[in-house]
Each structure stands twice: as structure tokens, then as C-alpha cells.
């Protein structure tokens, strides 16, 4: 199995190595990440300058562009050889319910959602600067996912990705299958004074979750509810976003 390992923390971040050392014995593994960190760039590809990948490593590229760049390259005449499966991560971080429209690493993942098997988004959801300096959270998140691929992929429709969140504890409880949940906006923007007396905007992070009155009446649970009971959450993410349960409706509104 040929398997393209790319993430959004960039080409040093701890997660991708732990993933990329736990996945060898699955057949080859090739990175290609970017040459920084390129978190929120969610599915951008760069249009507008020359992309420039360059090999650091036996089978480990580093890439002057996004998340997407990377795996679009790596696709798409990089190599002389396909990919079987396209893993992004693991993110520093997690990335649940309205976040998943701005994350990197499930952008990348996004764009291996043409391949024979769904593409996965891998995220270690706790204590992003802990986890950063603890490998092993890591490791144990890795071998999970190790263990999650060995054990045979689920089939699911074409073009989906497995948004999958794995929580930041020593012992995980299980897995659930769980749908995005929704997040209220606490702070969304903090004004400060940088260094030199100019004034600059900071985006903040989304706050707790939000319970939606029609969610809730769902039997599966959200991605937020299952993390934060120490469960590993995995939600199926379609790229057509389509709502086509009021199509007819709005058709009939606009009289068409």
C-alpha cells in the first residue's frame, strides 16, 4: 500500500512524524507537508506564484504552499506511482463541528477524496501546547490510527473523508460515529497594540458547543459530546454540500 501522509502544522510538527513512524509497517509512506505551519487555510490552493517542492528526506518532500497544495502535487505529477490512501495529520489540536470548514488538515485530506479509499483527517483534540511537546500523546494517537487502517477502511460513498478526532487521554474509552456538532463564538476578535504602537486585530477560537434543537433529536451524538467523554469521534464528511432537502421548495418560492 502506497499511502501520502501531509498535515497543516507543517513539516517539523510532532504529529506527522509519530503518524509517518507508525504507518510504516502498513507499506510505503510518503510525506509531503508543508514547509511551515499552514493551520485555517482549509482547502486554498496557490494560484497566484510557483509552488516548489523539495526532497528533505528519503520519501519526505516539504512544500512552499498549503495543505491542498501538498497533496494536489503529490497526486498529480509529483510521483511516477499512485497513492492508495491519504492520511492528514495529526493536527495539533482538534478540529470539531464549525471548525472543520477552516481546518488545513481536513482541506489536504479533502483533496485526496478521489482515491479508492476515503481520505482521513486525523486531529489529537486536548491541550494544544501540552500535546505539541508531548510525543507521547502522539505516539499512542498514531498507533491508533495504525491499528484503525490495518483492521480494514469502511466502505462509504465516493468523494467522503473521515473527519476523525482522537482524544488527548491515556486511556480512550472507545469509538463513536457522531456528526458535527455546532460552537458559539466567544471572543471571535481581540484587539491589542503590537510592539510598535500599531493597532492590530487577533481572530480568536470558537467557544462550547451549541446544542441544536434539531440535532439533538438525532440518536448520534456530536463529535463535541463524544471527545469530551474520552471517545475517538469519526464523522463522515461529504464534499457536496448541497441541501437538498429544500431544493424543490426554493425552486418553488423562485418560481422556477
Not at 94 to 122: C, H, M
Not at 223 to 240: E, F, H, N, R
Request: contains cysteine.
Amino acid at each position: 500500500m502506497n499511502i501520502l501522509i501531509a498535515n497543516d502544522d507543517g513539516i517539523l510538527a510532532p504529529g506527522l512524524q509519530a503518524l509517518t513512524d507508525a504507518l510504516k509497517p502498513l507499506g510505503r509512506i510518503v510525506v509531503v507537508a508543508p514547509e511551515s505551519e499552514r493551520s485555517g487555510f482549509s482547502s486554498a490552493l496557490t494560484l497566484d506564484r510557483p509552488l516548489r517542492a523539495i526532497q528533505i528526506a528519503s520519501d519526505k518532500w516539504s512544500v512552499n504552499g498549503t495543505p491542498a497544495d501538498c497533496v494536489f502535487l503529490a497526486l498529480n505529477g509529483l510521483f511516477d506511482f499512485e497513492f492508495d490512501l491519504v492520511v492528514s495529520g495529526i493536527n495539533s489540536g482538534a478540529n470539531l463541528a464549525d471548525d472543520v470548514l477552516y481546518s488545513g488538515t481536513v482541506g489536504a485530506a479533502f483533496e485526496g477524496r478521489l482515491l479508492k479509499q476515503p481520505a482521513l483527517a486525523i486531529s489529537l483534540a486536548g491541550d494544544q501546547v501540552k500535546s505539541y511537546v508531548d510525543k507521547i500523546h502522539y505516539q499512542q494517537a498514531a498507533q491508533w490510527v495504525h491499528d484503525f487502517i490495518a483492521s480494514g477502511l469502511p466502505k462509504i460513498p465516493f468523494q467522503h473523508v473521515l473527519n476523525i478526532n482522537i482524544p488527548d487521554v491515556f486511556n480512550i474509552k472507545g469509538v463513536k460515529v457522531t456528526h458535527l456538532g455546532e460552537k458559539k463564538l466567544l471572543k471571535p476578535v481581540t484587539a491589542c497594540t503590537d510592539i510598535r504602537g500599531r493597532d492590530v486585530q487577533w481572530i480568536g477560537l470558537s467557544g462550547e458547543e451549541v446544542v441544536s434543537s434539531k440535532k439533538s433529536e438525532v440518536s448520534i451524538e456530536s463529535d463535541l459530546k463524544a471527545v469530551s467523554q474520552g471517545y475517538v469521534s469519526i464523522t463522515p464528511i461529504q464534499m457536496d454540500r448541497t441541501n437538498y432537502a429544500i431544493l424543490e421548495t426554493l425552486s418553488h418560492q423562485l418560481r422556477l
